[in-house]
Every structure is written in C-alpha cells, then in structure tokens.
C-alpha cells in the first residue's frame, strides 16, 4: 500500500514541499497529491508588477510537475478533518474527501482589511493574482492627475507604491503609513527609501492610521481624509481560516502550531509550512510571513517526512535571516541587512545594483520551486511497510 501524502496549496512553500517529497521517495511508495486551485504557478512576489501592467511568464504545473509523480488536483479546499484523516474540496465535478497518510498545510495568508469599515468594499489588494489583475484593470481607466492611495508602509505597501509611481508618473500617488516611514531600516536605508519616493513624487502620510475607506477617499484616526480614486490596502495578512475550523492546535491568529520539524505539536500526521505556520526562529521570535520564511519551512517539512518514512536522520536545520530586498520600482532598490532574528544592521545595498540583485533573487525563488533540491543530486528512499502505515510515524 502506497503512503498517501495530500499538500494543501500549491504557493512558493507547497510546491517546494511536494517537489522535494517527490525527490526524496520512491514513486512505487508514496502517492503524492498536490491541491491546488489555480493552474499555474503564482510569484507573489511579483504581484505589484502584474498590477502595473507587466506580464508575467506563465509558469503551468503540468510541466513543472511532469514525470515527477507529484499528481497536480485542481480544487478549492473547503474543509480538513484532522481526526478523519480526510480534506474536503470543491472542482467542476463537484465535492469530495482525499484520505490521507500525511497532509501538509501550506494554504498560506491572505490580505488582511483589519476590520477596517469599508475596505473590503471599496479597497483593492495585491496577495493574490485575481486581486492584482482587477487592480491592473481599475487602474488603466484612471485619468491623469487622479490620486492612489496605498495603505501600509511594510515591504508590500513600499513595492506597490513606487511601482504604481514608476509606472504611471502621471498619477497623484501617496503612501498612508501607521508608523514612521522604514522604521524599521537602518538610517542609510531610510535615508535611500525617502530619496526614492521623493524622486517619484510619492506624498507620504507618516503616523497615519487608516480607520475608514471609501469610495473616493480614506479616513485617518487624526481626523484627516486623503483623497483615494483608488485605495490599494497592504497592511498585513491573514492566515486561511480553514485550520482555525479544525482540532489543530492553533494560534489566536490561527496559525498552526509546530515543532521544529514542521509538524503539528497536536496531530503529527499533519505538517504545516509558510504563513500558514507559527514557526519560531533565532532569539525564539516568531518568523513573520514572508516567501524567505516560508521556502525553508517547506525544505525542513519535507525532509523530516522522508527521514521518518525511510528511518533517516531527522533535519535540525535553524531558519534564520540574512537581509530583506525591496523593489522600488525597476530601476531602483534596497537590500537591508539584517541580523539572524531580522533587526537591521548599518550596511544596505541601494540603488540599480539592489534593484538587479532583487531580480536575482525573484527568479532565484521560482527556479526554486521547480528544482526543490537546488539541483543537487538526490536518491529515492524506500519507505518501510511499517512507517507507510503509520505504526511508528508518531514517535519517531
């Protein structure tokens, strides 16, 4: 009997999991199915770009994943029952369950409105492609001289802001910021990312929380009110809800709570990776939800999965940072270095060099998730009829 492994969402991290499963196992083993609802690859990463009119490569997974043994179900997950061992989803042909041996969770995050009135209702987001396309298509009807409002001043608000800018300079674009701008950056990389946004002639609102949106402007908790044709929200993400309806022990965000291994501290059968996880790194601070975060989660899951199938030596393998790389439009960039646990440090990376360097590493990540092992050699474990059974999975 072949031990049934289902990947739930096929972003940056499930793709990199299933792929890796993939190389990891012998085919005759395991039956590795990967859920998810859009055929083709997504780079989140680029979805600023795809809102300003840039087309993206097409990237399917029926040739990503051919020949591999990665079976590619194209479904809406609707529901997971951890004690049944079943996920349920939705296709053209209606609902069903998939059993499972083991799952592992990669639905990721979605945009966050914060309870904020009106944002769901008159507020654009760029988490996911069918959000970045109806921006992209709001935004070539907007005259000149019309103003965009982009809400958030973390590294998704910062990238959509000066891409909108440098694509279409003829726009009124402002950023509205909860706290100061780049706060969080080194002073030279603050000093770099206010030269920028001066150069596109981005107003920037510091110190502005957002507490309405509406059709033509947005409400701030001073009592001031921007001016918004259009209102693109990036303050933050929120996790799937889908495990928060489970018997998984989750956090009050509803992310899943995991050993070091990526498996779940309540069901060991289930392993979650990417946003979709509380996973801790240096200093034991919570990993915030990033592409960086999540591809060595994926790598750390499905090597613990193999090495229990096959009785390997289990990965100890600490995620950690090294910088965060900012888009500023094309022709411009900041790299950051920081500090194992994320805190920058003085040196920074800045103008068309970072901009080149941010490139490399956006195509770095979807080279990534198509050769899941780096392009090192790698052998096909044979799986025990015990551990494919599952008599010794939970204490291993």
């Not at 001043?153 to 509205?176: N, W």
């Not at 100061?180 to 000093?191: C, H, I, M, N, T």
């Not at 750390?300 to 199938?309: E, G, P, T, Y």
């Given at each position: 009997?072949?031990h049934?492994?289902?990947?739930?969402?096929?972003?940056?991290?499930?793709?990199v999991?299933?792929?890796r499963?993939?190389?990891?196992?012998r085919?005759?083993?395991?039956?590795?199915t990967?859920v998810?609802?859009?055929?083709?690859f997504?780079?989140?990463v680029?979805?600023?770009?795809?809102?300003?009119?840039?087309?993206?490569k097409p990237?399917p997974?029926?040739e990503?994943?051919?020949?591999?043994?990665?079976?590619?179900?194209?479904?809406?997950?609707t529901?997971v029952?951890?004690?049944?061992k079943?996920?349920a989803?939705?296709?053209?042909?209606?609902?069903e369950?998939l059993?499972?041996?083991?799952?592992?969770?990669a639905?990721?995050?979605?945009?966050?409105?914060?309870?904020?009135?009106?944002?769901a209702?008159?507020a654009?987001?760029?988490?996911?492609?069918?959000g970045?396309?109806?921006?992209?298509?709001?935004?070539?009807?907007?005259?000149?001289?019309?103003?965009?409002?982009?809400?958030?001043?973390g590294?998704?608000?910062?990238?959509?802001?000066?891409?909108?800018?440098?694509?279409?300079p003829?726009?009124?674009?402002?950023?509205?910021?909860?706290?100061?701008l780049?706060?969080?950056?080194?002073?030279?990389?603050?000093?770099h990312?206010?030269?920028?946004?001066g150069k596109l002639?981005?107003?920037?609102h510091?110190?502005a929380?957002?507490t309405?949106?509406?059709?033509?402007?947005?409400?701030?908790?001073?009592?001031?009110?921007?001016?918004?044709a259009?209102?693109v929200w990036?303050?933050?993400?929120?996790?799937?809800?889908?495990?928060?309806?489970?018997?998984?022990?989750?956090?009050?965000?509803?992310?899943?709570?995991?050993?070091?291994t990526?498996?779940?501290?309540?069901?060991?059968?289930?392993?979650a990776?990417?946003?979709?996880?509380?996973?801790?790194g240096?200093?034991d601070?919570?990993?915030?939800?990033?592409?960086?975060?999540?591809?060595p989660?994926?790598?750390q899951?499905a090597?613990?999965i193999?090495?229990?199938?096959?009785?390997g030596?289990?990965?100890?393998?600490?995620?950690?940072?090294?910088n965060?790389?900012?888009?500023?439009?094309?022709?411009e960039?900041?790299i950051q270095?920081?500090?194992?646990d994320?805190?920058a440090?003085?040196?920074v990376?800045?103008?068309?060099?970072?901009?080149?360097?941010?490139?490399l590493?956006?195509k770095?990540?979807?080279?990534?998730?198509?050769?899941p092992?780096?392009?090192?050699?790698?052998?096909r474990?044979r799986?025990t009829?015990?551990?494919?059974?599952?008599?010794?999975l939970?204490?291993a």
């Amino acid at each position: 009997m072949q031990h049934r492994i289902v990947v739930l969402g096929a972003g940056y991290t499930g793709a990199v999991a299933a792929g890796r499963l993939a190389k990891r196992l012998r085919r005759e083993d395991v039956a590795i199915t990967l859920v998810n609802a859009e055929p083709d690859f997504v780079e989140r990463v680029r979805m600023h770009q795809l809102a300003t009119g840039q087309d993206l490569k097409p990237r399917p997974f029926r040739e990503m994943f051919a020949r591999t043994g990665v079976e590619l179900r194209l479904a809406q997950v609707t529901g997971v029952d951890v004690d049944r061992k079943t996920v349920a989803v939705t296709d053209a042909n209606g609902a069903e369950e998939l059993p499972y041996d083991t799952l592992v969770y990669a639905l990721g995050s979605r945009w966050n409105a914060q309870g904020v009135p009106g944002t769901a209702e008159h507020a654009y987001e760029i988490a996911s492609r069918p959000g970045a396309l109806r921006l992209r298509e709001r935004l070539t009807h907007l005259d000149a001289g019309q103003s965009v409002v982009v809400v958030g001043g973390g590294l998704t608000g910062l990238e959509a802001a000066t891409e909108i800018a440098e694509a279409r300079p003829d726009l009124d674009v402002a950023l509205a910021a909860r706290d100061g701008l780049g706060d969080w950056l080194s002073p030279k990389g603050r000093e770099h990312l206010r030269k920028v946004l001066g150069k596109l002639g981005i107003t920037v609102h510091e110190h502005a929380a957002v507490t309405a949106v509406e059709a033509d402007r947005v409400a701030t908790a001073d009592g001031e009110a921007i001016p918004a044709a259009v209102t693109v929200w990036t303050a933050g993400f929120a996790v799937h809800p889908i495990a928060k309806a489970t018997a998984l022990e989750v956090t009050g965000s509803g992310q899943i709570v995991v050993d070091g291994t990526m498996r779940s501290v309540s069901h060991p059968d289930v392993y979650a990776i990417g946003d979709a996880a509380m996973v801790t790194g240096p200093g034991d601070k919570p990993l915030r939800m990033s592409c960086a975060s999540g591809t060595p989660t994926a790598w750390q899951a499905a090597d613990a999965i193999a090495a229990r199938l096959t009785g390997g030596k289990l990965p100890n393998v600490s995620i950690r940072y090294f910088n965060q790389c900012i888009s500023l439009g094309r022709k411009e960039g900041l790299i950051q270095y920081v500090t194992a646990d994320d805190r920058a440090v003085q040196a920074v990376l800045t103008g068309r060099l970072a901009a080149v360097y941010k490139e490399l590493i956006c195509k770095s990540a979807a080279w990534g998730v198509a050769n899941p092992t780096l392009g090192l050699p790698t052998r096909r474990r044979r799986v025990t009829q015990e551990r494919a059974r599952g008599d010794v999975l939970h204490s291993a």
